[in-house]
């Protein structure tokens, strides 16, 4: 069974930092680009940033710009995310995804949800002011 399974959500403070991490299971994607997503109440799956499957290429929203980074480790198969300088507006459920088109070694994951195959469960980031 193929799974994505993230961790390193939590409540914290506007300001603060958190390090996500999505592991998989089941199978490698060591040859597909990687994504996190965020949803927050009420709101459509965004697009947060995503990273080629080598990790050479990465894409970030226009948002998150210069706060997170993502990265990569195909030995663990895992994927990371850290944010940093967390605002209010950051609060959602974060999910990462496997997008498995190829389209090159430059390829950053699409912008739409539906483009991905596999999704983890989630993890919360509350963000308080």
């Known amino acids: 069974q193929v799974q994505l399974v993230e961790s390193g959500g939590g409540l914290v403070q506007a300001g603060s930092s958190l390090r996500l991490s999505c592991v998989a299971s089941?199978?490698?994607?060591?040859?597909?680009?990687m994504a996190w997503f965020r949803q927050a109440l009420g709101k459509e799956r965004e697009f947060v940033a995503g990273i080629s499957w080598n990790g050479g290429a990465t894409k970030y929203a226009d948002s998150v710009k210069g706060r997170f980074d993502i990265s990569r480790n195909n030995r663990e198969n895992a994927v990371y995310l850290r944010l940093t300088n967390l605002k209010p507006e950051d609060t959602a459920v974060y999910y990462c995804?496997?997008?498995?088109?190829?389209?090159?070694?430059?390829?950053?994951?699409?912008?739409?949800?539906?483009?991905?195959?596999?999704w983890g469960q989630g993890t919360q980031v509350t963000v308080s002011s």
């Open positions: 089941g199978r490698t994607f060591n040859d597909a680009a």
């Open positions: 995804a496997a997008d498995l088109h190829t389209e090159g070694p430059y390829y950053t994951g699409s912008l739409c949800p539906s483009a991905y195959a596999y």
